[in-house]
Nanobody, 124 residues
C-alpha cells in the first residue's frame, strides 16, 4: 500500500504560480503511476495530469496544457505539480492519486490510493 499527503496549496492571484507536492509513504514508489485530480465546488472531480512510473510519459487535460507541469522524484517518493499562469477557474481541491503499474504507462482510471487533498484558490 501507499499513503499520499499533498501540500503546497494556498491563495494566489490570477497569473500567479503554485507548486504542489505529493509525498508518498511505503515501498516501491517507482512502481506506481501517479496522477493529479481536482474538484471545484459544485463540480465532479476531474483528471488534470498523469505521469508514468519513470516520469518519461505525461498526459495533461487540455485546459492546463502549457501552464501546468508534472514531475516526480522517485528517490524522494514525491510527485510535483508546478502550476503557472493560474486562472480563477483553476480553483479547486487538488488530489494526488496512485496506482500500481506493471508497465511505464499513464493511468487515471480506478486509482486505489488517494490523498486528502490541498485547496488551491485563485482570486484577486
Amino acid at each position: 500500500q501507499v499513503q499520499l499527503v499533498e501540500s503546497g496549496g494556498g491563495l494566489v492571484q490570477p497569473g500567479g504560480s503554485l507548486r504542489l507536492s505529493c509525498a508518498a509513504s511505503g515501498r516501491s514508489f517507482s512502481m506506481y503511476a501517479m496522477a493529479w485530480f481536482r474538484q471545484a465546488p459544485g463540480k465532479e472531480r476531474e483528471f488534470v495530469v498523469g505521469i508514468s512510473r519513470s516520469g518519461g510519459r505525461t498526459d495533461y487535460v487540455d485546459s492546463v496544457k502549457g501552464r501546468f507541469t508534472i514531475s516526480r522524484d522517485n528517490a524522494k517518493n514525491t510527485v510535483y505539480l508546478q502550476m503557472n499562469s493560474l486562472k480563477p477557474e483553476d480553483t479547486a481541491v487538488y488530489y494526488c492519486a496512485a496506482r500500481y503499474s506493471t508497465s511505464d504507462t499513464i493511468t487515471y482510471r480506478s486509482m486505489p490510493y488517494w490523498g486528502k487533498g490541498t485547496q488551491v484558490t485563485v482570486s484577486s
